[in-house]
């Protein structure tokens, strides 16, 4: 674990909000210069804590008006490898993540669709094909609040 000062945090905090922000703005808020905000970006950055900078999209408005949370076990453990579904369901490309989770299912799987028909034809014509695919448990997304977490 890398120890962290207040400031850390705060930079943190702030790129959680907005990553978009310069370090000259970020460090005119919290009373850094450019150069000594750039490089505590920089230290977090290859000490593993800030993996990157994400683009969100707005699945709505660019068409998909769906977002499935799937639970996926896999009928055939042992016969089909792990390493062979992961690598068949990345390739669909309304398949958003892919978690590897412990308990009733084996993956959880985020989906987008621009409709129910939509979704069923990837249920049953990519997901349901998937090697050692077996149950399925889907749940609709209705709402989603984002929370920036304990940082």
Excluded: C
């Excluded at 992961?86 to 989906?111: F, K």
């Excluded at 621009?114 to 249920?123: K, T």
Aim: proline share 4%; glycine share 8%; hydrophobic share 40%.
């Amino acid at each position: 674990m890398t120890d962290l000062d207040d400031l850390d945090r705060d930079l943190i905090r702030a790129l959680v909000r907005d990553a978009t922000q310069s370090a000259s703005a970020l460090g005119r808020r919290m009373g850094l210069s450019q150069p000594a905000t750039w490089r505590r970006i920089r230290r977090l950055e290859e000490a593993g804590i800030i993996k990157g900078r994400r683009l969100r999209l707005d699945a709505e408005k660019l068409g998909f008006g769906v977002t499935v949370f799937l639970g996926v076990k896999l009928a055939t453990k042992g016969r089909v490898s792990l390493e062979d579904f992961e690598r068949a369901v990345v390739a669909i490309p309304e398949v958003q993540t892919v978690e590897h989770v412990l308990g009733l299912y084996d993956y959880r799987l985020r989906v987008v669709a621009r409709d129910l028909p939509d979704f069923e034809r990837v249920l049953r014509r990519r997901i349901m094909t998937l090697p050692g695919a077996g149950e399925v448990e889907a749940n609709v997304l209705l709402s989603e609040e984002r929370r920036p977490g304990p940082i």
